[in-house]
Structure formats: C-alpha cells, structure tokens
C-alpha cells in the first residue's frame, strides 16, 4: 500500500442468479480487476479496494463500476498484515537520544577556556571550543530533519496472496445472459 496500483484477484466459486439460483452469471476462475488506495494514516489497518472489471474464462469483460472489496465479515477494505515501522520510528528516536549524549559529552563544560597570562586571552573563547560547538549544531539539526521524516512514515498494508474477500454489490449489474464458454 505504498504506492496506489492495480490489483486482480480470481474468483475462487461459480456465482449465480438471486432470483433463480440456477443460472451461471460469473463462472470460478474469471479474474477480477480493480484498484487500491495508498492513502494510509497511522493506527489504519485496512486498505481500500475497489473493482472495476470481471475478465471471464472466455475472454469477454463485464465493467462493474467502482465495487468495494469486503473482508469476509463485509467490513470494508481489507484487513491482513501492517508494517507500522516501529523499528525506523523507535530506533530514530534512539538514534537521537545517543546524538545527543555524544554531542553533550563532546563540549566543554564552558565554552571559554582561560589562560592564565592576561585577561583578555581569558576573554577570548578557544577556537576548538567554537569549532565543536558550530559542528554540534549542524550534526544536531540533520539528525532532527532526519528523524522527524521518519516520525511520519505511513504503515505499509500488505494483502497476501490468497487473501478470502467479498465483493459489495451497490448496483445492478446487467448481464447479458448467463455464462456459455
């Protein structure tokens, strides 16, 4: 779910009329076609698809509209595996923490370092000092940058293959007739 795509899937049982329940609209084995969305936020657990296209065994296509796929409880989207990137989160968080350390152990407890000859050497701050502190700084706004990307990663929804779903039916689907290979 990271990127938005296409998506298929076979139908896995013959599905036939409401009225009758006797006449084969869409045979096992014909490929459906649709869509996924990659607009996840972070806690979301399901993915969005919808189905455009049923391919039949015979090479004939049917366009269903923009049908929502369902789990098998007809909740929907569809829920299966979620990468919420603890570990790229959690572990820029530590990165910080140690960045941070380094740099604090790295400084000197003052940033002016007397001598004893004249107070104005004692002024004067020691060039190491200024060195450390302006590379401490920059080192320190990189790693912010750095793991505040990080902090907004969206989850990755994964689908494996396999996955048992339904398709919601909204509208009604005109068939020409029932299926004859």
């Known amino acids: 779910s990271d990127l ?3 998506i298929t899937a076979q139908v896995s049982q ?6 009758t329940g006797h006449r084969l609209l869409i045979p096992q084995g014909a490929k459906l076609f649709g869509r996924y969305d990659s607009k996840v936020s972070f806690g979301q657990s399901r993915v969005l698809v919808i189905w455009t296209d049923i391919i039949f065994p015979n090479g004939s296509t049917l366009q ?6 369902t789990d098998a409880e007809g ?15 959690f572990g820029s968080a530590v990165l910080l923490a140690i960045i941070g350390t380094g740099i604090d152990m790295a400084l000197p407890e003052s940033s002016t370092l007397a001598t004893q000859d004249t107070a104005s050497d004692a002024a004067r701050p020691n060039v190491s000092a200024k060195f450390r502190r302006a590379a401490s700084d920059a080192v320190s706004c990189v790693a912010e940058r750095t793991i505040n990307k990080n902090l907004d990663v969206q989850p990755t929804l994964e689908i494996r293959p396999g996955y048992k779903f339904n398709v919601l039916v909204d509208q009604d689907i005109i068939f020409p007739g029932a299926y004859r290979d």
């Open 64 to 69: 269903v509209g923009g049908m929502a796929g």
């Open 14 to 19: 013959n599905v036939y009329d409401n009225a």
């Open 4 to 6: 938005p795509g296409r």
């Open 75 to 89: 909740y929907g989207g569809f829920n299966d595996k979620v990468n919420n990137h603890y570990l790229k989160t």
